[in-house]
């Protein structure tokens, strides 16, 4: 499906994008968990994990939609598609969900007499 094919090609792009390629401070430790393409390709939602506090999560969400032109800009120049998806990033919860189940499962085992994984 070549909506799936262009997902792939996002999530690899805008990975590397991140990682590099911008200068925003406020971007902290942010991970590309998925992405999203609408059946149209019209669309796309890019789930990021920040692995910092909650309002450095807010502060890299906001970096990250300030940036998008810049990020949509580049996948123009990088990528050989006739249409670019419009970008909206997004909170991956789920992830945050099992970062925190991760966290109290390290602890429990860190305590006197906890098993480790």
Known sequence: ???????????????????????????????????????????AKIFVIVMVSEQEKADSLEGLKNAKGYIRNTLGKNLYLKYLPELEFRRDDNADHVEKISRILNGLHSEPGGQPL
């Open 1 to 43: 499906k070549r909506s799936q094919r262009i997902q792939e090609l996002l999530l690899e792009e805008i990975s590397k994008l991140i990682q590099s390629g911008l200068k925003d401070p406020r971007i902290g430790f942010t991970t590309v968990t998925k992405v999203e393409v609408s059946d149209n390709l019209n669309h």
